[in-house]
């Protein structure tokens, strides 16, 4: 029953990553994803998928992006805008991916929670070592984020590896040590419902006394929670906000409190910077499927404030196999653009649903000679399927016949571009796909 319900949640929570995640519009990238094989010591036998953008830093930036339960390296890195915020700034992202059963990361084992012990910790320090090897990347911009189980993960790299990771971001995780168990088990039942709670200094003595002996800096963290989690209960978050500022030696009293956007309470601890030691983002109403807002993350890690990437990678890759080539949508805040201009169109579209409700993204293709500027997207919704939010491009009406229009940033389609938009709606058990798409009124392919 915990495994299904630890899937149920990552289908979910899968959906959602593709739902509401944000970017800028980019060009087209030639980068993709790839496997590297043989990165050094891998004691728990994962896999190692890389990003590297088609321009980097001299010195790049790391990132470990950690994936949720069920899941996947590739599937984290398609579920996610990581990738094109990389695009955009020039850093590199370690896509790990667990293999054992449920493919949740071991964040309850002996070894796993002592720093060089064994277990995956080792394996993805050996990705991080492979990686500022090869590409000479810049110590002191590494870092770490990760969903669910890759949250948990997330804590477990920050506290054993101080030395290694700057900074991090956890979206749904448990405090570092909540997780533990001694008899084998995968799962912590009393951890995962919020019922182990301990001082500040508890849960800051779980992390020193699994590196005993340091004395440097720690971490900034960045934790986001939902209130209505079902699967690792919302009283984790408050005993992950009580670790991390008793590492930082702060009170857990907020220097600063904000609602970033609407439904959200943030508070920021020793500081009221945008990059404070520790950084709590509540999500009200929000269950375990929470969106991972990756452009948040990486403006916390400093990462979206570096010069624009003007090298070029290293000519020799890494060993690749095929990965995933499509982008995830985007959720800024759609506007309307220009006055539309006609052109011939394909559309992609991929439906995921469950119960009542559904996601659905749509990529618009420019197939014609001559440049598109300012585009509507025209088409029916199956019956009984409403649109409540969407994100690159204005709904009207919900339902029926919908109208989506471009947003302010993305109403230009050279041709062979592309724009990816999206929306989540509800469904009364048809959760099909329109049957035709036209583009400012001219009839779209559909692939």
Known sequence: MRLRRIAIAAAGLATALVAATLTLAQPASAASLVEVTGFGTNPSNLRMHLYVPDRVQARPGILVAVHYCTGSGPAFYSG?????????????VIY???TRSGNCFDVYSPQALRRDGGSDPVSIRSMVSY????????????F???TSSGAMMTNVLLGLYPDVFKAGAAFAGVPFGCFATTDGSTWNSQCANGQIVRTAQQWGDLVRNAYPGYTGARPRMQLWHGTNDETLRYPNFTEEIKQWTNLHGLSQTPTFTDTPASGQTRTRYGSSGAQAPVEAISMQGVSHNLPVNAAEAIRFFGLNTSTP????PPTSAPPTSAPPTSSPPTSNPPTTGPPPTGGACRVGYTVNAWNSGLTASITITNTGGSAVNGWTLAFTLPSGQTITSGWNASYSPNSGAVTARNASYNGTLAPNASTGIG?????????????????????????
Do not use: E, K
């Open 80 to 92: 996610t805008q990581f990738a094109q915020q990389a695009d955009q700034y020039g850093f590199i």
């Open 96 to 98: 790990p991916s667990a």
């Open 131 to 142: 990686v500022q090897q090869r590409y000479n990347a810049d110590p002191n911009r590494i």
């Open 144 to 146: 770490a984020t990760g």
């Open 309 to 312: 990437p003007t090298s070029n």
């Open 423 to 447: 929306f989540q709606a509800t469904h009364t058990g048809n959760t099909g796909r329109p049957g035709s798409f036209t583009l400012n009124g001219a009839a779209c392919t559909v692939a």
